[in-house]
């Protein structure tokens, strides 16, 4: 009796730890890269890689569905100028998944993203609905889970302008030196895609099924967006000062419009101000709050190895010689910048990139940081990870 009572124990242990396998249709699109870099940060989960040819390649498909405890179903096609084709593509893409499912005889927890258009008259919204509903068969057919999740409009950092989202747009043209346009001044709901990964995950761990609508955290009109994002490349853009970010919404979009800025913009110079006396730089000037630091480094020794999911932060080195390495977290190319003490320069951190800095001079090396506290401060925001 000890011994079966040992291996129950055992056996419910096994099913505690054992990893959840999670792939993701469209772990190359815009959700699709942030939910997946985000449950890459989780130790509980393994994630079954997923390529775009799969859905076009019954056999690669089949594998992959038959690997997975649960998909996230994000591959559609948003923008095309045959809407007809939209709304076939989006049938075919959930219903080639549905058939790897039937054929291998799995039954993963689907979840399938779906849009606020669904209430709409256009095409695209019929396909989702359409698609979604056609999961919903599925899943009661075959004893299996599906649930539809109703997603309001999304916007982030590495959207792609001109197709994910009007905040994309915006933000490309305005640090590109073009002159948005505005259409039509309606009324955007929207939602930060780091707090719409946190409901999908949560819609995963709490195995939730059935239609899901997820709602939005901001609203406001066209113009308002343009006139927020006007001003971070006036004071931030142009002038190199941080504006005012008084909201949740604010930091958000900052930290969107920033991801935008092309990688030729660092490392940027400081003005001096130089009398018999010696020289007065500024290093930041704030409309916000932050938090000032300074290292000191000796040769040879590199600093850092993280990255952050919402913090502003500047690195200004002052004094010796130095090399700032960054690197977008699901990519292999490294940005190097090589700053020096005598000309004073600074470099601003993207979240979702890696950096460090290294003092490859012969002298101690002496960096100032500014950093923005984000708001929700206590959760968790740097994590190790080599550049």
């Known amino acids: 009796m000890m011994i079966f009572g040992l291996m129950k124990i055992i056996g419910q242990y096994l099913q505690i730890t054992k990893k959840m396998k999670i792939g993701i249709t469209g772990q190359g699109g815009f959700i699709g890269r942030h939910l997946y870099n985000t449950l890459k940060l989780d130790e509980t989960i393994t994630l079954i890689e997923f390529k775009r040819t799969f859905l076009n390649s019954p056999k690669e498909l089949d594998l992959f569905v038959s690997q997975c405890d649960t998909i996230v179903h994000l591959a559609a096609l948003n923008r095309h100028e045959d809407q007809q084709y939209i709304y076939t593509q989006n049938k075919l893409l959930t219903q080639n998944l549905i058939d790897a499912c039937l054929r291998t005889n799995s039954k993963p927890h689907i979840l399938i993203s779906s849009s606020s258009q669904e ?231 993207p979240i979702w990139y890696t950096h460090n800095i290294t003092n490859c001079g012969d002298e101690e090396l002496l960096t100032l940081f500014w950093i923005n506290e984000p708001y929700n401060a206590d959760d968790p925001d740097t994590y190790f990870v080599n550049v």
């Open 119 to 349: 209430e709409k008259d256009n095409l695209y919204g019929r396909s989702k609905k359409e698609a979604r509903e056609s999961l919903e068969t599925w899943a009661k057919e075959n004893d299996a889970k599906s649930t539809g999740m109703i997603i309001p409009n999304v916007f982030g950092p590495f959207g792609k302008p001109n197709y994910n989202s009007v905040v994309a747009t915006f933000c490309h043209k305005l640090v590109h030196n073009e002159t948005p346009t505005i259409i039509h001044d309606g009324q955007l709901k929207l939602i930060y895609v780091n707090h719409l990964v946190s409901e999908i995950i949560s819609l995963i761990k709490n195995k939730s099924t059935g239609v899901k609508k997820i709602d939005h955290q901001y609203e406001l009109y066209v113009s308002e967006l343009l006139s927020k994002l006007e001003l971070f490349k006036e004071c931030y853009f142009d002038k190199g000062e941080f504006p005012s970010l008084q909201s949740p919404f604010e930091l958000d979009l900052f930290n969107t419009f920033r991801c935008y800025i092309p990688e030729s913009y660092y490392p940027r110079k400081f003005v001096e101000h130089k009398d018999n006396r010696g020289a007065f730089v500024e290093i930041v000037r704030a409309n916000t709050t932050g938090q000032f630091s300074f290292s000191t480094t000796v040769p040879g020794i590199t600093r850092g190895n993280h990255f952050h999911t919402r913090k502003a932060e500047r690195f200004a080195v002052i004094k010796g010689k130095a090399k700032i390495e960054l690197r977008k977290i699901d990519s292999e190319e490294i940005i190097s910048y090589e700053l020096d003490g005598n000309t004073p320069s600074y470099v601003d951190m």
